[in-house]
T-cell receptor, first 114, second 113 residues
Framework: QQQVKQSPQSLIVQKGGIPIINCAYENTAFDYFPWYQQFPGKGPALLIAIRPDVSEKKEGRFTISFNKSAKQFSLHIMDSQPGDSATYFCAATKYGGSQGNLIFGKGTKLSVKP | GAGVSQSPSNKVTEKGKDVELRCDPISGHTALYWYRQSLGQGLEFLIYFQGNSAPDKSGLPSDRFSAERTGGSVSTLTIQRTQQEDSAVYLC???????????FGSGTQLSVL
């Protein structure tokens, strides 16, 4: 009920490619789905987030697609650049809930080759 | 400060010793979280503080782990009788309100020899 399953574990693309990272959740009470980006030696930083009232959210080259019925969401990175090489974590929780347990996926290590 | 500050950035200790890890959250943030990140693994929730409410300790892996938050600000994570499997990066985060945008520190790399 509390898991967030993320795939793939690692991903290599060429510059300009469109890497896609997928996540699935189980708890139907979750209504906030953020993605965090982590560079080596740094803590994760919020990249983009979506609420289930929309099926897609775009910020710059980053897009989240959300499928409520399938309980799945994904991150697409358009025109990927070597600087996008990082580990990406999806997460899910009840927005503004009293419990602070933001459930993270296990992460996807993305490498963008020049 | 401008962000979440954690100290020390690196800690090497011997098996069986106690360690204390410190977190200074962003001023005004009411929620504070501790996560653990093992090599190649995801972010494992440890404990969560929200205002003056009782902390959510549901993620603490054993009774060797404890944390406190003094004055609604600084937090200390204590690991007693450290074991080699405790080696990991310990990340602290804070947010203005619960389950909103988390701001993470750079973490403390703990190595238990």
């Amino acid at each position: 009920q509390q898991q967030v399953k993320q795939s793939p574990q690692s991903l290599i693309v060429q510059k300009g490619g469109i890497p896609i990272i997928n996540c699935a959740y189980e708890n139907t009470a979750f209504d906030y789905f953020p993605w965090y980006q982590q560079f080596p030696g740094k803590g994760p930083a919020l990249l983009i987030a979506i609420r289930p009232d929309v099926s897609e959210k775009k910020e710059g080259r980053f897009t989240i697609s959300f499928n409520k019925s399938a309980k799945q969401f994904s991150l697409h990175i358009m025109d990927s650049q070597p600087g996008d090489s990082a580990t990406y974590f999806c997460a899910a929780t009840k927005y503004g809930g009293s419990q602070g347990n933001l459930i993270f996926g296990k992460g996807t290590k993305l490498s963008v080759k020049p | 400060g401008a962000g979440v500050s954690q100290s020390p950035s690196n800690k090497v200790t011997e098996k069986g010793k106690d360690v204390e890890l410190r977190c200074d959250p962003i001023s005004g943030h009411t929620a504070l979280y501790w996560y653990r990140q093992s090599l190649g693994q995801g972010l494992e929730f440890l404990i969560y503080f929200q205002g003056n409410s009782a902390p959510d300790k549901s993620g603490l892996p054993s009774d060797r782990f404890s944390a406190e938050r003094t004055g609604g600000s600084v937090s200390t994570l204590t690991i007693q009788r450290t074991q080699q499997e405790d080696s990991a990066v310990y990340l602290c985060a804070s947010s203005f309100r619960a389950n909103e945008k988390l701001f993470f520190g750079s973490g403390t790399q703990l190595s238990v020899l």
